[in-house]
């Protein structure tokens, strides 16, 4: 019984339902005549007469509203007005035919149509609900299909629902004809996954077999997304499906070295040690001398002989022959640790990749930032920021000075330094009276120096030139000699206490006597460790005299040639060891004692080289701070009387910056 009468309200149900569902009139047939006056208004559009094709056509829709003819005509009105940008009228008419309750032929592509105007007018959301719409059409044809799933994938691109663009993308890809247009659809599917797509919205979609024509991309990226986040098995697991979706391409390949580097982590020689280096090109003469120093200090040569192995890599001195060479030296040589980086475009290379595959690595650059969200990357440098810092404090806390500019090379080395002695200058309480830079090929200076002391634009002391011409003039005995003022009648405005120069002794060999030929002699000149060279007095002369910076008391220690490793660098290789040599024997040393003392993974070898207090450098005990960089103590150097020399108290005239500048100024 119970049964009976539950059929009995199912067999209500649908014929409740057929009774209130609406149902349309089929069109009528339209007359000979209104069929004939649509084909006339097809010769208007045609030649371009719109506005009054407009016209025939709303008064034929009006002639015959319910009729096959008036079905035709509005989807002409609807199409003119979208082309001539009315989109709402185009939107209203197309939805007219949709919402008539005569059946049309041209419901869906009248959806269509007006899916398109809503999107013209930024109402995307209704944009997309009229497409869903759409598609729920039955018996639509193949093409139609195509054409609501592609403006339904702009829709869904700009509404941010990148999966479901995806999706769309992946309808599309399955059931394009034209080989060409497949690839095209495939490359903007890879786009999604590589730019576009969260790691979270990755791991919804890598198992999802409606977008397998971009499964393989996905694991890929889910693969690098854990190995960023030092999910090693995780990585790997991805790497290997991507590689199982991708086989027969290149990603197939890419996949394939992944999971070779990350199976290399299982297989470590403590005692071999890797070297990434610019072997040939213009830097090799200062990556030999930093491998000498290496190989002393592991005792692969010299008389503390020991059982360590050096495994070298020639970087070719770019990014990508760095990484490389991380690698190989992870892959083939299976080292414990690297050393290297010498230059500042393949350090940032070698810090990611040894980063990556968790592999110590010391860096010999200064490049800034290198260090900074890492946990394997070390650095044994005398950075920018830490010659800056005593530089600064010694200006302000030692001499007094409070007012500074920065004459600086418009290149990555000037600005650089021009940025940080900047901020570290405002941080100390001190003052930037001016900043000029100058392009890094100058050679003459007069330009850059003027703009910096208010010599060069005229306008802007207008009053006071015009003065001193006239004052020129009157103190001319005759016009029949020189007529014309000379250029340097507006003195120069000195209102600082020293100047900031980041450029080479080159350069400051050409800026330092336009300084004194500009009326600003005897002020400090400050600098970098790169005027560290016999170079510099060479070419200043007496105008680099008392020029200030810092450097690393390696080389001018005055005990650096008595030495252990300076004699026993010097008998082995037969000749004297600099800054290079130093740096590159003490990252050796390092790592041959923290090895020696039962580190033999690159987990705990990293956990060691962090809590490195008070090792016993070339010239004294060195640290390992906070930002993973050894601190070594730097001292001030002057030029004195043509020569280098370690800067003391004694040095300074008992006049006090304030006094100089106005004496200047005078």
């Known amino acids: ?32 005549d209104a069929k004939k006056e649509l084909s006339k208004i097809q010769i208007d559009i045609a030649a371009g007469s719109d506005t009054r094709a407009i016209a025939r056509l709303k008064n034929l829709i009006a002639k015959h509203p319910k009729s096959d003819v008036a079905d035709d005509a509005t989807m002409q009105l609807a199409k003119i007005y979208f082309v001539r940008g009315h989109f709402d009228l185009a939107y209203q008419t197309y939805m007219s035919l949709v919402n008539s309750d005569v059946f049309s032929p041209n419901e869906a592509a009248a959806l269509l149509g007006a899916s398109h105007c809503l999107h013209k007018l930024g109402r995307l959301d209704e944009a997309l609900s009229l497409n869903a719409r759409g598609l729920k059409i039955p018996g639509l044809s193949e093409n139609l299909k195509l054409d609501f799933y592609k403006h339904r994938y702009n829709l869904l691109t700009l509404l941010g629902d990148r999966i479901d663009a995806l999706k769309t993308l992946a309808y599309l890809y399955d059931h394009e004809p034209k080989p060409e247009s497949k690839v095209n659809l495939q490359a903007h599917g890879i786009d999604l996954v590589y730019h576009h797509l969260t790691q979270a919205e990755l791991e919804k979609i890598v198992d999802n077999p409606e977008v397998a024509f971009v499964r393989a991309q996905a694991a890929y990226r889910l693969g690098m997304f854990r190995l960023q986040s030092k999910d090693f ?15 027969g391409t290149q990603l197939q390949h890419q996949a394939e070295a992944y999971i070779n580097q990350l199976d290399s982590r299982r297989r470590v020689d403590p005692y071999a ?60 040589d299976n080292v414990v640790a690297i050393v290297g980086s010498l230059l500042s475009r393949e350090a940032a290379a070698v810090a990611q990749k040894s980063e990556e595959l968790g592999v110590p690595s010391v860096a010999l650059s ?35 000075y409070k007012r500074f500019a920065i004459l600086y090379p418009n290149d990555s080395y000037g600005v650089e330094y021009a940025n940080i002695f900047w901020d570290e200058v405002l941080s100390k309480g001190g003052s930037i009276s001016g900043a000029q830079p100058y392009n890094s090929s100058e050679t003459d200076f007069r330009g850059p120096i003027r703009r910096l002391v208010g010599t060069y634009y005229l306008e802007d002391r207008k009053t006071e030139y015009e003065n001193r011409v006239r004052d020129w003039f009157k103190k001319q005995k005759s016009l029949k000699g020189r007529n014309q003022p000379p250029d340097d009648l ?108 039962g580190e033999s993974t690159r987990v705990g070898l990293a956990q060691a080289l962090a809590n490195i207090k008070q090792f016993q450098g070339v010239s004294g ?20 009387q043509g020569t280098i020399v370690t800067w003391n108290p004694s040095y300074e005239q008992p006049e006090s910056p304030d006094d100089k500048s106005k004496s200047i100024k005078k």
């Open 366 to 400: 200064q490049k800034s930032g290198l260090t900074e969200g890492a946990s394997y990357v070390f650095r044994n440098s005398v950075t920018s920021e830490m010659q800056v810092r005593e530089l600064v404090r010694l200006a302000i806390d030692q001499l007094g």
């Open 233 to 247: 098995d995780g990585a790997r697991g991805m790497f290997a499906r991507s590689a199982e979706w991708a086989q």
């Open 490 to 597: 507006l003195p120069p405005i000195v209102d600082f206490d020293a100047i900031f120069v980041p450029d080479s002794p080159k350069a400051l060999g050409q800026i330092a006597p336009m300084l004194a030929y500009q009326g600003i002699p005897n002020t400090r000149l400050l600098g970098t460790n790169i005027w560290n060279t016999s170079e510099l007095a060479r070419r200043g002369g007496k105008n680099v005299e008392n020029a200030l910076f810092v450097d690393s008391n390696i080389t001018s220690d005055p005990g650096f040639k008595t030495s252990h490793f300076f004699q026993e660098y010097k008998r082995v290789f037969g000749e004297e060891p600099g800054l290079f040599e130093s740096q590159g024997y003490e990252v050796g040393v390092l790592l041959r004692q923290l090895i020696a003392n």
């Open 273 to 332: 040690i890797g070297a990434v280096l610019p072997l040939t090109g213009r830097h090799a003469p200062i990556a030999q001398k930093t491998l000498k120093g290496l190989q002393l200090g592991l005792g692969v040569y010299g008389a503390d002989r020991s059982q360590f192995k050096l495994a070298v890599v020639d970087s070719e001195a770019t990014p990508e022959g760095a990484r490389h060479a991380v690698e190989r030296l992870v892959g083939e």
């Open 621 to 640: 005990p060195m640290s390992m701070n906070s930002q993973r960089e050894l601190v070594r103590p730097l001292i001030p150097l002057v030029v004195k």
């Open 1 to 32: 019984m119970k049964m009976r009468l539950g059929i009995l309200f199912l067999i209500t149900q649908l014929i409740l339902s057929c009774v209130t569902a609406p149902r349309k009139n089929p069109p009528i047939p339209a007359p000979f």
